[in-house]
């Protein structure tokens, strides 16, 4: 795992601790907090009854949910699509009093497969059955994943886009990972719903379309992904589970006005990608060089 995140560049949030503005970096899957000389001293402290502080409350949240499915439902899907305090109302471990409601689905509408809309599109698996019945819009953990508590949700989607797409890239790839027992079955669903979330809202985005169709088979690694618009129905989409992962967890969703089906290759200093335009001709690679 820690090999396919060490492809994404590091990222730093800023936020409010101790009356004074702190940062907190990820950096191959993990969080250190950079304003902090002795965390695990702190940390002693605060057992003893001193303090606590927002940066090692953050550490200690994402210790506890850096495997857990339910982030890919609760974090933003992109960057015209913030999460807000307000926004995780209904989350798990989240009263009611606290002025907190569900996201519900990608749309705001609730979520749903097997043929059925999911805010506006249908979720399929490679073969065309389909992914299971009617889901709500809180996805959940799968039977045995850790629960996430509400503050832990709270805390982490307060750290910003650029910070929380890192945190759901670690997440799939967690989920993911062959080392760690390969994809789990009880977490393709919420694989599949957060691939279906992030793909539809960036191809929103991208097309200017709010009101956009999407079809998504999800593919196996290796296999070609597709983009194809179908003027009977949805735009129909193809793509792994690990598009969040290399692509989206990126930032390269979409690049030089062109929409990223996949990665060729990857060094330091260049990136290939697979690409198609918004005219939906052949896709054709596209070359990110650093100079």
């Not at 003893?48 to 090692?56: E, K």
């Not at 039977?143 to 910070?163: E, I, K, N, Q, T």
């Not at 992904?225 to 979409?254: H, M, N, Q």
Request: proline share 8%.
């Amino acid at each position: 795992m820690t090999q396919r995140l060490s492809e994404l560049s590091t990222v730093v949030a800023r936020v409010d601790c101790a009356g004074e503005r702190h940062l907190i970096r990820w950096e191959s899957g993990g969080l250190a907090a950079l304003s902090h000389d002795d965390p695990e001293g702190e940390r002693a402290l605060v057992a003893l009854g001193g303090p606590s502080c927002t940066c090692l409350d953050v550490l200690d949240a994402w210790s506890r949910q850096h495997e857990s499915p339910t982030l890919l439902t609760a974090l933003s899907r992109g960057t015209r699509d913030p999460v807000r305090p307000q926004d995780l109302r209904g989350a798990p471990g989240i009263p009611n009093q606290s002025g907190l409601v569900p996201r519900g689905a990608v749309s705001g509408r609730p979520a749903r497969m097997r043929g059925s809309q999911m805010g506006s599109g249908w979720v399929s698996v490679s073969g065309g059955q389909a992914t299971g019945g009617p889901t709500p819009g809180w996805l959940g953990s799968p039977p045995g994943a850790p629960d996430a508590s509400g503050a832990d949700l709270v805390l982490l989607a307060r750290l910003g886009h650029p910070m929380t797409a890192r945190l759901v890239a670690t997440v799939t790839a967690s989920l993911l990972d062959p080392s760690a027992g390969g994809e789990s079955l009880a977490a393709r669903p919420v694989l599949t719903a957060s691939l279906f979330g992030r793909a539809w809202t960036a191809l929103r985005d991208w097309l200017a379309d709010p009101d956009l169709e999407l079809a998504l088979s999800v593919i196996e690694a290796g296999q070609e992904p597709t983009l194809e618009r179908d003027a009977a129905g949805p735009f129909r989409v193809a793509l792994p589970l690990d598009w969040v992962v290399s692509v989206w967890g990126r930032d390269l969703a979409i690049v030089a006005g062109r929409f990223c089906l996949g990665v060729v290759e990857s060094t330091v200093s260049r990136t290939t990608l697979l690409s198609i335009g918004p005219d939906f001709e052949t896709p054709k690679q596209l070359v990110v060089e650093l100079r």
